[in-house]
């Protein structure tokens, strides 16, 4: 599948990182969903994006069977050291600003695309979960590791690079396609 307008939108959207997504490498994983119940983010059983409430594996291998491609993004930044935690912070709140500017522009494209974050969801101070319906639900999109998968071996499988050096970090989201 041809990808090319939307991969034009990732960059304009200032992603430093994009490219195709190799389907085959979506790989669901019990023990990245046990990792979650571990709750070592603290999100785990209070957002509607995380684990449970994301649904479980099964559900969501449902879900993605449809889908026959997508793209993976990317935003990288140099650490001035391994503690440098506000630029981590600015690097997470500057990806998933890019990353929901391109949702909308990839909903039009691609109506019936999956989009799946880097992290949990942040769009409200406090989540809803469980009490109440998402204020977002258009906004909110699951997180690649709450569907179970293993960052580092989608990008492997899928020929991008995930680290990309001593000194960096890098948040990854993808986008799924019919």
């Not at 304009?12 to 490219?19: I, L, N, P, T």
């Not at 506000?86 to 989009?115: G, N, V, W």
């Not at 989540?127 to 709450?146: G, L, N």
Request: glycine share 6%; with cysteine.
């Amino acid at each position: 599948m041809d990808h090319q307008k939307l991969l034009q939108l990732a960059e304009q959207a200032g992603f430093e990182h994009s490219g195709e997504l190799n389907i085959e490498a979506l790989v669901l994983r019990q023990e990245v969903r046990d990792m979650c119940a571990d709750n070592t983010c603290r999100r785990y059983g209070k957002c509607w994006s995380c684990p449970p409430a994301c649904g479980s594996l099964e559900a969501i291998r449902r879900r993605i069977r449809k889908y026959t491609g997508g793209i993976l993004l990317q935003t990288t930044r140099t650490l001035r050291d391994n503690f440098d935690v506000k630029t981590m912070l600015r690097a997470e709140q500057i990806h998933k600003d890019r990353f929901h500017t391109l949702s909308r522009q990839a909903r039009i494209l691609y109506p019936d695309c999956l989009p799946m974050a880097a992290g949990s969801c942040t769009i409200c101070q406090q989540c809803t979960y469980p009490d109440r319906p998402c204020r977002f639900p258009d906004r909110m999109f699951p997180s690649m590791e709450a569907c179970g998968l293993v960052i580092n071996d989608v990008c492997r499988d899928s020929g991008m690079p995930y680290d990309y050096g001593a000194g960096t970090i890098t948040y990854t989201s993808c986008i799924l396609t019919c």
